[in-house]
């Protein structure tokens, strides 16, 4: 949805219907999170209901509505976008800050005796209805999960997504589901667990070795699973699982039920239960289906775990996936080389040309996000997404970021890197410079195995903090194997809680990506791929390395090389002969001589 969207009051139109809804309703506040029953990233569009209420398009935010005031919360990676989007819609921007009220809190702060908040509980989740709730009753307020107003306020919601299952097959798919689930029954015996429910799509997708594509960028499918004494359900729509994929799943006995009948199946579930679920990851609407008598044994899914520790058979797949995109980014930037200065350029025929050539790699199935290409200042927005009605074109000095990735059957992608358009300036280049420096630090450190993962986020910055510079996006996140592109449980930022289900384990892939944001003029980021790798045991301990596993040439051209270290010329020069030696038998003519040319050792 545009500003023109907005201009119009078409938003201001929804505001004022739901207010009506809720005066009627004897509702105070209305909280409209960004998220599904599944508490998933992207959204499907039958719950895409923050976004269509409020025109606001970035992927993370919350709306509050009451009576005489909407705010959208949002981090800073969406503050430009968000003030673009918000204008005109009667919709004020509330920034997400360290230290500074969350939607939940505001609510809560704001109430009074007999307020009360509604939310839609089969989209929150446990752990924030608890939050909430507690701290609502305090002040005499309640909240109330059993009412979705958007069932009467969106008449033209969209269906469900209703594509087709199907199998995540070997040589990728290197441990079977039966050995999975085996594991899983492992830990739940380990917990005093008898059932488990798992609600997110990730754990089921890689539990039952099954893809699809219901989420845009994520190859998962709309499903519950429920896992019994001595039975194995999966919920999901009956149309979209063939035969093949039905009888190869009951011979691993796996029944099928509806997607729309778990309500019923958790109603069924005994009271003597002790129902392993992740509070943080399943929503408080699904769980009040179950019998009160049930016993909650609350912790992580014990599939997050498992699959973020790759096998080394599956890295094997993902370095020979990130030696595909890399040669397809070779294609793309040797063309873009070419092209600048030659011909039209825009951010749009970038994201077009960077698909075309993820394309004819083998493997490929789709992007793992949205690409981001942005232009000095639309660099400057860390989620920034061009669009028909507005894109910039690529001219005149300056940079370019460009951040994409790909899903591939053996490995799921996710880079950044900055292109120098026309001369930079000695401050953008200064900008490159210490960011790279910052990905060097961590790329180079060596930790503790164990490690709480949100402690590491200060090495990469250490670097950019010396020059009194920062950033306020996390340094890394998880990645999944041809899965969700982002992924936990680790994750390296200092904001994140260090909670023990971060701790580094060997075979977890991470981003590194700092960066620095100049509103109005340009961003800088520059991110790889990296995995834990044993590093060898000491009296103190065992630790971990980082591998990197994304495979492209860091631009040059858009360095001040005089404030590299040594050292970090000798990392950079090191990198760059593996990027070579590895990319160089899948490349050819005007692409494999841009890649020879941008991995000169400095």
């Not at 999170?33 to 970035?58: C, I, K, M, T, V």
């Not at 009360?116 to 507690?134: M, Q, Y």
């Not at 994520?218 to 699973?225: E, G, K, L, Q, S």
Request: charged share 20%; glycine share 10%.
């Amino acid at each position: 949805m545009t500003t023109h969207t907005n201009a119009n009051g078409v938003v201001a139109q929804r505001l004022a219907r739901a207010r009506a809804i809720m005066q009627r309703e004897a509702i105070d506040a209305w909280l409209v999170p960004s998220a599904d029953p599944h508490l998933s990233e992207y959204l499907p569009g039958y719950w895409q209901g923050r976004q269509w209420l409020s025109g606001f398009n970035g992927s993370v935010g919350t709306l509050v509505i009451t009576q005489d005031f909407a705010g959208l919360w949002a981090d800073s990676r969406y503050w430009e976008q968000a003030l673009k989007e918000l204008a005109g819609s009667g919709i004020e921007l509330v920034k997400l800050m360290p230290g500074q009220q969350g939607p939940l809190e505001w609510l809560a702060d704001q109430a009074v005796a007999d307020t009360v908040v509604a939310v839609d509980g089969a989209v929150l989740a446990v752990a924030s209805s608890r939050t909430l709730a507690s701290k609502l009753y305090e002040r005499g307020a309640r909240l109330r999960t059993d009412v979705d107003l958007l069932l009467e306020l969106w008449k033209d919601r969209p269906a469900l997504p209703a594509n087709p299952v199907y199998e995540h097959l070997p040589p990728q798919a290197s441990v079977g589901r039966l050995e999975k689930i085996r594991r899983v029954r492992e830990t739940m015996a380990e917990r005093g667990a008898d059932w488990h429910f798992i609600a997110t799509l990730d754990d089921i997708a890689w539990l039952f070795n099954l893809r699809g594509s219901d989420v845009s960028y994520n190859p998962v499918f709309i499903a519950f699973a429920l896992i019994g004494p001595q039975s194995v359900t999966l919920f999901v729509g009956g149309d979209k699982v063939s035969r093949f994929v039905r009888e190869s799943l009951e011979r691993d006995g796996v029944s099928l039920l509806e997607y729309t009948q778990i309500g019923a199946a958790l109603r069924e579930v005994p009271g003597s239960a002790r129902m392993l679920v992740d509070p943080a990851r399943v929503t408080c609407g699904l769980l009040d289906y179950l019998d009160s008598e049930v016993s909650l044994v609350e912790g992580l899914n014990p599939s997050t775990l498992f699959k973020s520790r790759k096998s080394e058979e599956d890295t094997r797949h993902i370095r020979r996936a990130m030696e595909q995109d890399g040669a397809a980014l070779c294609e793309f930037f040797a063309w873009l080389d070419g092209a600048l200065g030659r011909e039209p350029v825009s951010e749009l025929t970038i994201d077009e040309q960077l698909g075309e050539a993820r394309k004819r790699r083998p493997g490929y199935v789709c992007p793992s996000f949205a690409t981001i290409a942005g232009f000095n200042a639309n660099g400057a927005m860390p989620h920034y997404r061009a669009t028909e009605a507005e894109h910039a074109q690529i001219e005149g000095d300056g940079l370019l970021l460009i951040d994409s990735g790909g899903q591939y059957l053996g490995g799921t992608t996710d880079i950044t890197r900055m292109v120098p358009v026309g001369q930079p300036s000695l401050e953008q280049k200064q900008d490159c410079s210490r960011v790279l420096k910052g990905v060097i630090a961590l790329s180079r450190a060596q930790f503790p195995k164990g490690i709480l993962s949100p402690l590491l986020d200060a090495i990469a910055r250490a670097p950019i903090w010396a020059d009194s510079v920062n950033y306020g996006h996390g340094t890394g996140h998880g990645v999944g194997y041809f899965l969700n592109v982002h992924e936990g449980p680790q994750v390296i930022a200092y904001q994140a809680p260090t909670t023990p289900q971060t701790a580094m384990q060997a075979g977890m892939i991470t981003s590194i990506e700092p960066g620095t944001y100049r509103p109005g003029r340009w961003g800088v980021r520059i991110e790889n791929l990296v995995i834990n790798q044993e590093a060898g045991q000491s009296e103190f301990g065992e630790f971990l390395r980082f591998e990197t596993l994304t495979l492209c040439p860091i631009d040059t051209r858009c360095l001040d090389l005089g404030m590299l270290t040594g050292e970090e010329k000798a990392w950079l020069n090191a990198y760059h002969a593996q990027v070579s030696e590895r990319l160089s038998p899948l490349l050819q003519g005007a692409a494999l001589a841009w890649l020879q040319e941008r991995t000169a050792a400095v």
